[in-house]
């Protein structure tokens, strides 16, 4: 096997290299079978290989595949349209990432505070825990201190704010403030909810204020909880004014996008941003089937599902190992296992009984399988992770 020296030492991934991939599953050259429960940290929210996607990227391959932001592109102009009906938004910018999405975000709340007379406003609050992306503003949005070290002095305007926690964010408005820029599912910080609750108080707040609301939902979008967006499930009554998403929108194909009210992007002309990559042919084809195949009934109903039956499964598992389980956490099919033994560990002891599953901050166990999943791979998932458990009892209690 070729070592991988001459790749960036970010990642340190395992020997296993995947070669093909169906539905739930993923492949290696000696056809060893793994059952896929990260899909690509949230992404391949249709499972590996759906025909539908794949054909929609097949047909625009023989056709064009990149024209750059300067020509219409009708397959960009066509998804765009379909996430306005969608959601709050009027207006869309694509992007290939989920850290350009919020870049775009924070760029377009920060020039309606200033196109609206307020060019003293550019602070935005953020969440301790919080996960935006690896450009030198998401990770200054983030706050997370280990994801800041060594990359220059810290980025003013941003204010990094304890979690869920509303007194905070009332104190810290001032003169200067523009935006609130929140995940209402954190992902990375350790699959952490917020309650809907909270987002239509924010909701309030940002309108009192005239703050902008920014909702990251690069991971917990693209139907991960049950809903195409996780704050729809506060009925029209949560919505923000800017919104980045990614992730799952190309179901495996680089795509993301700022979404935006018409107010909130009226600043954003021509000159003010722009990306060579951002919604080309090929990523606005398959944005387009997995947006199609996203807003079937069926896919959200399973979701909702299957994440019942999942999260009862999980509290069993809690109740069976208390020495390795301390709290079932999450929305929708975006689960964590809160663990008492180092979440690394047993996610790489996982992987050795053949289940994919992530880790998060706070020493969790992630789990963001396809959306596509049936009881069947929840019961297959649930045996192993008993098994791993087992085993993961003699292991040292995870310390902080
Ligand atoms: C993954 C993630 C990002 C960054 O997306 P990239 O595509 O890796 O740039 C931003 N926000 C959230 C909530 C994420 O989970």
């Given at each position: 096997m070729p070592t991988n020296d001459h790749i960036y030492n970010c990642y340190a991934p395992p020997p296993q290299e995947f070669v093909r991939g169906e539905g739930a599953y993923l492949y290696t050259e000696?056809?060893?079978?793994?059952?896929?429960?990260?899909?690509?940290?949230?992404?391949?929210?249709?499972?590996?290989?759906?025909?539908?996607?794949?054909?929609?990227?097949?047909?625009?391959?023989?056709?064009?595949?990149?024209?750059?932001g300067m020509f219409r592109v009708p397959g960009a102009i066509a998804l765009a349209e379909k996430y306005c009906a969608a959601t709050f938004a009027d207006k869309v910018f694509f992007t290939n990432s989920g850290a350009e999405a919020v870049e775009c975000a924070i760029k377009t709340a920060r020039r309606c505070q200033f196109v609206e007379g307020h060019p003293e406003r550019f602070e935005i609050l953020t969440s301790k825990g919080a996960f935006h992306g690896r450009t030198i503003a998401t990770v200054n949005a983030g706050g997370n201190p280990k994801y800041m070290e060594g990359f220059g002095p810290e980025m003013p305007g941003f204010t990094n704010l304890p979690f869920g926690d509303m007194d905070a964010i009332k104190e810290a408005i001032n003169e200067t403030t523009a935006a609130i820029l929140i995940e209402p599912v954190q992902g990375e910080g350790g699959v952490r909810t917020l309650d809907i609750q909270f987002l239509k108080d924010l909701r309030t707040l940002c309108d009192e204020h005239g703050l902008l609301l920014i909702y990251d939902e690069v991971q917990c979008g693209a139907g991960r909880t049950g809903k195409l967006f996780a704050h729809q499930w506060a009925d029209g009554e949560a919505d923000p004014d800017i919104m980045a998403v990614a992730k799952g929108m190309g179901g495996g194909f680089p795509l993301g996008a700022c979404l935006s009210t018409e107010r909130a992007a009226a600043g954003m002309v021509p000159g003010t941003h722009g990306s060579t990559y951002g919604g080309n042919p090929l990523a606005a084809a398959v944005g387009n089937a997995v947006f199609d195949e996203l807003t079937k009934p069926e896919l959200m109903e399973n979701v909702v599902k299957i994440s019942n039956y999942m999260t009862q499964q999980f509290e069993a598992l809690k109740d069976a190992h208390p020495d390795v389980v301390l709290d079932v956490r999450g929305k929708g099919l975006m689960c964590g296992l809160k663990l008492k033994k180092k979440a690394l560990d047993v996610r790489n002891l996982a992987r050795e009984h053949k289940l994919l599953v992530g880790n998060a901050g706070d020493n969790v166990l992630r789990m963001v399988p396809p959306l596509i999943i049936s009881e069947e791979h929840v019961r297959e998932a649930i045996a192993i992770l008993d098994e791993v458990f087992t085993k993961a009892k003699d292991m040292d209690d995870f310390e902080a």
């Open positions: 000696s056809g060893e079978k793994y059952l896929d429960f990260i899909a690509g940290i949230a992404v391949n929210c249709l499972g590996h290989g759906n025909p539908t996607v794949l054909g929609a990227l097949k047909d625009q391959a023989d056709k064009v595949w990149h024209v750059s």
